[in-house]
């Protein structure tokens, strides 16, 4: 089957980042307005209960990413009835995931007010809250969940991006009528949950419009049941890492310091989070093409792909982690006002927490899209009890510089060198690993520096909140910008891909495609 990898990554992340973008501003009024209506209680709870069902949904870890996984080589040779098979095994997996995440949620019910310190907001109740957002999940996983693979799969998250875009339109309008007009907490979770089901049955229809080929029947051979079990068991380890640092981060914050004290470090965090969507846009539009490559290709050329991938990665983050440590206080003060304001100190703490996860993502996708979960099981297990271990340790001595750099700890010391060595060990020429890294270092040099010659410039910038905005925009911009196009701009592979890219958006500029076509 035909795969333009090139085309259709680039096609993904347009509608994708369209939809981030909507997704990104929308909730930052939305934030507001819900302060503004309910107050800071509201956004501690909100942002409480998403972390606890995080840990519920670890039971969906690990299933969809195995099952997109399993799909790339019989999608490649145009094996139907193997996908069928697959759906069919996906769709009981979901049916699974949903009774388990309900059993799970009524059993976690006594321990509600537990996590929460100080009052709940007058005239709520915790425990209805907390089974309107249990039944939301639920539902979403026994309402055609499985489809959503053929999507990913094929390389068509566009589609899915568009789907999402046309129901978070109706959402978010519904949403602020809500708080505007009724200031009702409990009709938003009902907004939220139906938006939920119409979102998946919707694409569900799109999807057969697609793939009508593809109807969930057949059943697997037992070795590959099992050899999916195996990486579904991998794949839970692997994501594990990814709740631990942000629920448990969310809770330890709501158990020890409070809703109020929530409330603030999820309004910055929510920055990081917004930001950090944009990265993901990326890498989700490129990860069916690195898999479906990283089948059809040989090591040198998928070594190639990883080294211009990490260069253009490292450049945006060269660029986006000095503007949001200049632009961080000036925006919070505008949209959340002064009173909301950390100290300084949590600026660099929160930028530094960006550019780790930034580096660990682009190294993840590699290791996802090759599917080497059974080798990498233990380091996010290990980096998960690290990075909690830590949060206990120091939240009540240094209460949210505990938090933040603990998590910063437990990517720079455990995840990344040993997500490096698994790479190097299974995918790629060990004897490439060095060099890789030499890469590696230089923008991250960059990058420190950037970020200091902005901020020693950005903090003399006095005015009005809006110029400040806009020239520590333009500083923070232009500096990183312009140290990376001195330094790296001579970097052969680097500008055969930034052309390679520009024709590909571009139409009419007789850009070639990186297609497969399988014999």
């Given at each position: ?12 992340i ?8 909507f ?15 309910l ?9 409480l ?23 790339y ?22 049916r ?20 929460v ?15 309107m957002?249990?039944?939301s ?37 519904l ?5 505007i ?7 938003y ?39 999916i ?44 989070v ?8 990326a ?5 069916a ?28 983050m060269g ?42 993502k ?63 060990s ?94």
């Amino acid at each position: 089957m035909k795969i333009q990898r090139t085309k259709n990554a680039a096609r993904n992340i347009a509608f994708d980042g369209l939809l981030k973008l909507f997704t990104m501003l929308v909730p930052f009024l939305l934030r507001r307005v819900m302060l503004q209506q309910l107050g800071a209680g509201y956004l501690g709870l909100s942002g409480l209960f998403r972390s606890v069902l995080s840990f519920l949904n670890l039971a969906e870890l690990g299933v969809g990413s195995a099952m997109v996984y399993s799909m790339y080589r019989p999608i490649a040779s145009g094996d139907t009835a193997s996908i069928r098979a697959l759906l069919r095994l996906y769709r009981g997996f979901c049916r699974v995931i949903g009774l388990v995440i309900a059993a799970a949620g009524l059993a976690l019910t006594p321990f509600l007010p537990a996590l929460v310190k100080g009052d709940v907001p007058p005239g709520i109740d915790l425990y209805i809250l907390y089974y309107m957002n249990l039944g939301s999940t639920v539902l979403t996983y026994w309402c055609f969940a499985y489809k959503g693979c053929l999507l990913t799969a094929h390389q068509r998250v566009d589609v899915a991006s568009r789907i999402k875009l046309g129901v978070s339109l109706a959402e978010y309008a519904l949403k602020f009528a809500a708080l505007i007009w009724f200031r009702n907490f409990y009709l938003y979770l009902l907004i939220q949950l139906l938006a939920q089901i119409t979102g998946n049955l919707v694409t569900a229809y799109f999807v057969g419009k697609l793939f009508p080929e593809y109807s969930p029947e057949g059943r697997l051979p037992r070795e590959q049941v099992s050899d999916i079990s195996r990486h579904v068991r991998d794949f839970f380890t692997a994501k594990f890492s990814h709740v631990i640092s942000e629920s448990a981060d969310t809770v330890v914050v709501s158990a020890f310091l409070g809703l109020t004290v929530l409330a603030v470090y999820q309004n910055y965090f929510y920055v990081i989070v917004s930001l950090r969507g944009f990265l993901e846009v990326a890498v989700t539009a490129c990860i069916a093409g690195v898999g479906n490559s990283l089948v059809t290709e040989s090591k040198k050329k998928n070594y190639r792909d990883l080294r211009r991938y990490s260069l253009l990665f490292n450049w945006v983050m060269g660029v986006s982690t000095p503007m949001l440590l200049c632009l961080y206080q000036p925006f919070m003060e505008m949209w959340m006002g002064r009173k909301s304001l950390l100290p300084p100190g949590y600026v660099i703490c929160f930028a530094v927490y960006y550019y780790t996860v930034g580096m660990n993502k682009i190294l993840n996708m590699f290791k996802d899209a090759a599917g080497i979960w059974h080798r990498d099981r233990f380091r996010p297990l290990t980096a998960a009890v690290v990075n909690l271990s830590l949060n206990l340790l120091t939240v009540r001595k240094f209460g949210l510089y505990g938090v933040l750099l603990s998590t910063v700890v437990s990517m720079a010391a455990v995840q990344i060198p040993w997500l490096l060595h698994n790479l190097f060990s299974e995918i790629y020429p060990r004897e490439n690993l060095r060099e890789y890294v030499r890469e590696l270092c230089l923008p991250a040099a960059l990058t420190l520096l950037s970020c200091v010659i902005a901020w020693l410039i950005c903090s003399r910038v006095d005015g009005r909140l809006r110029e400040r905005l806009l020239i520590c925009g333009a500083v923070s911009f232009a500096v990183p910008s312009l140290l990376f196009c001195l330094v790296l701009g001579r970097n052969k592979l680097l500008r055969k891909t930034v052309i390679q890219l520009w024709r590909t958006l571009m139409p009419g500029q007789g850009g070639e495609d990186d297609t497969t076509q399988d014999k």
